[in-house]
C-alpha cells in the first residue's frame, strides 16, 4: 500500500513542481527561450531514444544468437521507454529524469539493481519450492477402524 500512497504523491507533486520551474525558467531566459528549450529537449530525446533503442536491440539480438539469456536488455529495454516517454513530456525535471534513463552506464546499473533485487530473489524462491517439491513421499492411505 506505501507504493501507491508514493506514486500517488509523486504524480500529484511532479506537474505542480514542473508547472513552478517552467515559470521561474520562463522569467529569467523568457518565455520564448523557455518554449524553444523545452521542444529541444523533446527533440534530442527522441534521437536519443532512437539510437538507444536500437543499440540495446542489438545487443539483445547478439545476446541470443550467442545462446545467452539477454538479462540485461530485458530489464533495460523498459527503462529506455520509460526515459523516452518522460523526454517528450514538457517539464525540466522530468527531462532530468528521462535522460538518466538514457545513459547508458547508469541505465546498466539500474538494471544490474533489479536482476539482483527482484530476480534472483524470484529464482532462489523457485530453486526452494523445488526442493520442496523433491522431498514428498508418495503412498496410499487407508484408514482402518
Known amino acids: 500500500m506505501k507504493i501507491f500512497q508514493t506514486l500517488f504523491l509523486v504524480v500529484l507533486i511532479i506537474p505542480f513542481a514542473e508547472i513552478y520551474l517552467l515559470i521561474q525558467v520562463g522569467s529569467i531566459i523568457g518565455p520564448f527561450s523557455t518554449i524553444l528549450l523545452v521542444v529541444f529537449t523533446a527533440v534530442l530525446g527522441a534521437w536519443l531514444l532512437k539510437q538507444q ?25 523498459p527503462i529506455i521507454l520509460v526515459g523516452g516517454a518522460l523526454l517528450l513530456t514538457p517539464g525540466f525535471i522530468t527531462d532530468i529524469i528521462g535522460f538518466a534513463c538514457l545513459i547508458p552506464q547508469l541505465r546498466r546499473k539500474i538494471a544490474q539493481f533489479v536482476i539482483e533485487n527482484y530476480l534472483v530473489k524470484a529464482e532462489a524462491y523457485g530453486q526452494q519450492a523445488k526442493t520442496a517439491e523433491n522431498n514428498v513421499l508418495e503412498g496410499e492411505f487407508r484408514k482402518e477402524e
Open 53 to 77: 533503442g536500437f543499440a540495446t536491440f542489438q545487443r539483445f539480438q547478439e545476446s541470443l544468437a550467442q545462446g545467452v539469456i539477454p538479462a540485461y536488455e530485458m530489464i533495460e529495454g
